[in-house]
T-cell receptor, first 116, second 112 residues
Framework: NAGVTQTPKFQVLKTGQSMTLQCAQD?????MSWYRQDPGMGLRLIHYSVGAGITDQGEVPNGYNVSRSTTEDFPLRLLSAAPSQTSVYFC???????????????FGPGTRLTVL | DAKTTQPPSMDCAEGRAANLPCNHS???????VYWYRQIHSQGPQYIIH???NNETNEMASLIITEDRKSSTLILPHATLRDTAVYYC?????????????FGTGTRLQVTL
């Protein structure tokens, strides 16, 4: 198993540009999520999904869109990048069935995004 | 979810046991204690979790006090590769989403 993969590893954008951060997992996990981590801070939840076709907002969703068309993929879209979105982005997945969720989350290696 | 309190930093000599404390005095009966760590520039890594009983796996041991208001993560023989930020998280297993709340954790520095 590859686990959770993220692409690209590094990206530099200009203000106003758009881009999609890719996240995929091969563990058949229902739950997937996106976090951002700013220097010296903990992780903050952006968006999450409990299964294909279902997404919801986390703590800091503004400026980001997500969709979940398959169990494996959970892309994060920046429609109009801003310098405040300069951060490291982590994708994670975990097992979830109905009312029982596992908090053993598996994280990807991260995407380091700089917005100029 | 219950709030946790951890010291911001700790040092440990290589080969010695590293004992990382966490206070979670408002924990409720159905909340588990989870530990993750984040090695520099990498994604967080799951270490261990427990509810009431002490737990041990190949990475670490988790000691939870009888009243469950605090816990200690033990790395029995710390190595330089254990230098990382360690996060203590308290979370219920019920609910339709697994929204972990990461604080700022404890930065463990293992030295020669």
């Amino acid at each position: 198993n590859a686990g959770v993969t993220q692409t690209p590893k590094f990206q530099v954008l200009k203000t106003g540009q758009s881009m999609t951060l890719q996240c995929a997992q091969d563990m058949n996990h229902e739950y997937m999520s996106w976090y951002r981590q700013d220097p010296g801070m903990g992780l903050r939840l952006i968006h999450y999904s409990v299964g294909a076709g279902i997404t919801d907002q986390g703590e800091v969703p503004n400026g980001y869109n997500v969709s979940r068309s398959t169990t494996e993929d959970f892309p994060l879209r920046l429609l109009s990048a801003a310098p405040s979105q300069t951060s490291v982005y982590f994708c994670a997945s975990s097992y979830s069935r109905g009312a029982i969720t596992s908090d053993t989350q598996y994280f990807g290696p991260g995407t380091r995004l700089t917005v100029l | 979810d219950a709030k946790t309190t951890q010291p911001p930093s700790m040092d440990c000599a290589e080969g010695r046991a590293a004992n990382l404390p966490c206070n979670h005095s408002t924990i409720s009966g159905n909340e588990y204690v989870y530990w993750y760590r984040q090695i520099h520039s990498q994604g967080p890594q799951y270490i261990i979790h427990g509810l009431k009983n002490n737990e041990t796996n190949e990475m670490a041991s988790l000691i939870i006090t009888e009243d469950r208001k605090s816990s200690t993560l033990i790395l029995p023989h710390a190595t330089l590769r254990d230098t990382a930020v360690y996060y203590c998280i308290v979370r219920s297993h019920t609910g339709t989403a697994s929204k972990l709340t990461f604080g700022t954790g404890t930065r463990l520095q293992v030295t020669l």
